[in-house]
């Protein structure tokens, strides 16, 4: 692979080529916050807390560090006003869904989010997809999906595939950044155990 320079707030970075920008910085001892991120997974750009400022041929622009590539001569800033106010607000939007989760709990510490800012929401699901793509690119198993679009999408367990694939794995979990989607697992399986027995 190729070796390459570029400065991330300030400091010159060694990357290569194929890295993206968060896991440049994130080899450098730099974070940057994510939710939908995972090492073993395609990149997703869901969740866009990783947003950064990147600036090339004197043109900045904000992009998902998880989704961009890493380039030579590129200069990076983490953390600016514009960056901090938009990571606030997608905190403030995400603990709608899930005020009790501790990572995003942490996150409106660090960005002096409001929790309360917008109505309550009884999903309790962030929609990272983090369990989606973990079963389908890792475990190739499709136990569970997203159904709908817009704002009715959903996350939902196949029953048939998860009631026999599921409760061996649970390997994604613990990915889960607001732990809603072991409940759904139970109470899917509950629901499918009722209706055999009910047959």
Same mark, same amino acid.
């Given at each position: 692979m190729t070796d390459l320079s570029l400065r991330i707030d300030g400091r010159d970075v060694a990357a290569t080529q194929g890295m993206s920008l968060l896991e440049a910085a994130r080899g450098a001892g730099i974070s940057i916050p994510t939710?939908?991120?995972?090492?073993?997974?395609e990149p997703f750009g869901g969740c866009r807390l990783c947003m950064v400022e990147v600036e090339a041929a004197g043109r900045t622009t904000l992009v998902a560090a998880c989704t961009y590539p890493a380039g030579k001569g590129l200069v990076v800033k983490t953390r600016s006003e514009q960056i901090d106010r938009i990571r606030k607000l997608l905190t403030e939007q995400l603990l709608a869904y899930a005020p009790e989760s501790e990572v995003l709990q942490n996150l409106a510490r660090e960005y002096r989010a409001d929790k309360d800012r917008f109505p309550k929401e009884p999903?309790?699901?962030? *929609?990272?997809?983090?369990?989606? +793509?973990?079963?389908?690119?890792?475990?190739? +198993?499709?136990?569970?999906?997203?159904?709908d679009r817009g704002p009715s999408r959903e996350i939902s367990f196949v029953?048939?595939?998860?009631?026999? !694939?599921?409760?061996?794995?649970? !390997?994604?979990?613990?990915?889960?950044? /607001?732990?809603?989607?072991?409940?759904?697992?139970? *109470? /899917?399986r509950s629901r499918t155990s009722s209706e055999e027995v009910s047959k």
């Open positions: 939710v939908c991120h995972h090492e073993k997974l999903s309790f699901c962030i *929609l990272c997809g983090l369990c989606v +793509r973990y079963c389908a690119e890792v475990k190739q +198993r499709n136990a569970v999906g997203f159904i029953p048939e595939i998860a009631a026999a !694939e599921c409760w061996e794995c649970k !390997e994604c979990f613990p990915l889960c950044p /607001t732990s809603a989607l072991q409940a759904a697992f139970v *109470l /899917t």
